[in-house]
């Protein structure tokens, strides 16, 4: 199953910083990808943060397959850098959803 969403979704999403953050999560592998679960409500999976224990993570998808809301259970609670990284690192696993027009310049880099 691809992620609902697109990638342009994820960016449209999040501030910059948070992104970026997040984007190097993703890079540097922090996501327990063994945990990833996928349907057509949600996605939930855990990410290590700076603790011990991973953050448990769940983005919610609303009525239109868009991002309802992203939560964890780190100190920031809502979109937060680890919702980024769990998302990428999703659509790289089980891809995205294809979004009309968009062009390879619209892809995400891991710089």
């Known amino acids: 199953m691809t992620l609902p969403i697109t990638q342009k979704q ?27 679960k996928l349907n057509k409500k949600n996605l939930t999976g855990y990410v290590q943060g700076s603790k011990r224990r991973p953050y448990v993570v769940e983005v919610l998808w609303n009525r239109n397959t ?15 850098k680890h919702a980024v990284a769990l998302l990428l690192a999703a659509g790289a696993k089980c891809g995205f959803s294809a979004d009309v027009g968009e062009t390879s310049e619209n892809e995400l880099s891991w710089s």
Do not use: H, M, N, S
């Open 66 to 80: 868009e991002i309802g809301a992203c939560l964890c259970t780190c100190p920031v609670y809502r979109d937060c």
């Open 10 to 36: 994820i960016t449209d999403r999040f501030d910059a910083a948070t992104f970026k953050r997040g984007q190097q999560y993703a890079y540097l592998g922090r996501i327990v990808t063994d945990f990833l």
